[in-house]
C-alpha cells in the first residue's frame, strides 16, 4: 500500500528565505505525487504534480518539486518566502490516473517577517 | 474558472440524526470522491464513484455512509446516523478521467455533531 511522509509538522522560515518542505512516500509501483496548498478556512489547491518525464517540476507560485526515484522523495523547495506563502502544505500519492489520492499528515508553513 | 461547490459551508446537527453533504462537481468531469478531515489531522480518502457506481471505498466508509449521483450536476454525501466521531471537514473532488488526474477540490463543508 503506498503511504506519504512528511517531515515536520511544523516549518519557518524567514521572509525572502529559501522554503524546504520534505516528503517521502512508499509505493510498490511508480506513483503519481502531488502537493497541495490548504489557506486558512479554504479548500484544496493544487500546487504541482509528477506523473511521468522530467523530474524537476515547476507549479503555482514560483514552487517547484523534485521527484528523486532512488530516494523515494518529492521535496518542495521555492527559492524566497513570501508572506502569502504562509499555509498548510499537503504531499499525496495515487497510484493511477484517476486513483484516490493519499495524503500526508501536512506541514504548517510559517513565514517570519 | 470552474470550480467544485458545496453546500452547506457548515452543518450542525445531533448525534444519531442524518446529514446530507451536497457537491457540484465540475461540469464535464466524470470521477467523483469524497475525503475528510479530521481537525488537525490529514485529509483521508473516503469513497471514490464512476459511472454511477462506487469505485473505491475505505473502510472509513461504512454502512451508515452512501453516495449518490441524483441528477446530472449533484453528487451526494449521506451519513445516516451521526456519531461524534463523524465530526470533520468533508472534501468533494472531481476530475476529467483521461490523461490528467488532477482532482479539483471543494471548499469543504463543516459538520459539527453534538
Known amino acids: 500500500a503506498q503511504s506519504v511522509t512528511q517531515l515536520g509538522s511544523h516549518v519557518s522560515v524567514s521572509e525572502g528565505a529559501l522554503v524546504l518542505l520534505r516528503c517521502n512516500y512508499s509505493s510498490s509501483v511508480p506513483p503519481y505525487l502531488f502537493w497541495y496548498v490548504q489557506y486558512p478556512n479554504q479548500g484544496l489547491q493544487l500546487l504541482l504534480k509528477?506523473?511521468?518525464?522530467?523530474?524537476l517540476v515547476k507549479g503555482i507560485n514560483g514552487f517547484e518539486a523534485e521527484f528523486k526515484k532512488s530516494e523515494t522523495s518529492f521535496h518542495l523547495t521555492k527559492p524566497s518566502a513570501h508572506m502569502s506563502d504562509a499555509a498548510e502544505y499537503f504531499c499525496a500519492v495515487s497510484l493511477n490516473r484517476d486513483d484516490k489520492i493519499i495524503f500526508g499528515k501536512g506541514t504548517r508553513l510559517h513565514i517570519l517577517p | 474558472e470552474p470550480e467544485v461547490t458545496q453546500t452547506p459551508s457548515h452543518q450542525v446537527t445531533q448525534m444519531g440524526q442524518e446529514v446530507i453533504l451536497r457537491c457540484v462537481p465540475i461540469?464535464?468531469?466524470?470521477?467523483f470522491y469524497w475525503y475528510r478531515q479530521i481537525l488537525g489531522q490529514k485529509v483521508e480518502f473516503l469513497v471514490s464513484f464512476y459511472n454511477n457506481e462506487i469505485s473505491e471505498k475505505s473502510e472509513i466508509f461504512d454502512d451508515q455512509f452512501s453516495v449518490e449521483r441524483p441528477d446530472g450536476s449533484n453528487f451526494t454525501l449521506k451519513i445516516r446516523s451521526t456519531k461524534l466521531e463523524d465530526s470533520a471537514m468533508y472534501f468533494c473532488a472531481s476530475s476529467v478521467g483521461s490523461h490528467n488526474n488532477e482532482q479539483f477540490f471543494g471548499p469543504g463543508t463543516r459538520l459539527t455533531v453534538l
Open positions: 509528477y506523473t511521468t518525464g522530467a523530474t
Open positions: 461540469s464535464n468531469h466524470l470521477y
